[in-house]
């Protein structure tokens, strides 16, 4: 009687017991995915700032805010002096600019949540990619028609990859850029250094 219920209890058990590993896994494994892909990723920000209104409506061009991205791998955050290039006398009643003024005269920094990130082991270079005529668009979406901004596109090895192997695809008025675009590098250290 004992091996009976062993027998029964391994039939019954076993096929339920793989049957949750495999969904965790598969569930953990696709909630990574999405949480490494990172579209849609649009976290709430410490000033409600719209890009839609700077870089949509008034057409503040974005290497006004984000400086040096011609010359360095990285596109900075703009420090709270540019903003207050215009807000000491924009708007100064709105109690987003009056939050931004707080950070301005006590010398901080603004708090702001990063949203689009690359894994620390990836060499990205804003510069070489702007100095090519790629703009911003191509893999940050169109931000001058996002009030909140949100990653919208792939930063994967594929992505990357697929945009090295088929510019003519991925970007935008290519013809226009053709002349400055040939197909990126493939080799690993390119980008893993």
């Known amino acids: 009687m004992n091996k009976f219920l062993l027998d029964y209890?391994?039939?019954?058990?076993?096929?339920?017991?793989i049957f949750v590993v495999l969904a965790v896994f598969a569930i953990t494994y696709y909630s990574s995915f999405a949480e490494r892909n990172g579209i849609g990723y649009s976290p709430d920000q410490p000033i409600a700032y719209?890009?839609?209104?700077?870089?949509?409506?008034?057409?503040i061009d974005c290497q006004y805010c984000h400086t040096n991205v011609e010359k360095s791998a990285f596109a900075n955050v703009p420090s709270t002096d540019v903003c207050m290039n215009c807000h000491n006398f924009a708007r100064t009643d709105r109690p987003e600019i009056q939050k931004l003024t707080q950070y301005y005269k006590e010398g901080k920094p603004?708090?702001?949540?990063?949203?689009?990130?690359l894994p620390e082991f990836v060499y990205f270079s804003h510069s070489v990619h702007v100095n090519k005529g790629i703009d911003c668009v191509n893999c940050h979406g169109d931000i001058a028609r996002m009030e909140k901004v949100g990653q919208v596109s792939s930063f994967t090895m594929a992505a990357c990859l697929d945009c090295h192997r088929n510019p003519e695809k991925r970007i935008q008025d290519f013809e226009l850029i053709k002349a400055n675009i040939k197909k990126g590098p493939e080799y690993c250290s390119a980008c893993h250094r």
């Open 110 to 117: 603004i708090p702001w949540k990063r949203i689009h990130r």
């Open 9 to 17: 209890n391994l039939k019954v058990r076993l096929p339920i017991i």
């Open 50 to 59: 719209s890009h839609e209104l700077h870089a949509g409506q008034m057409q």
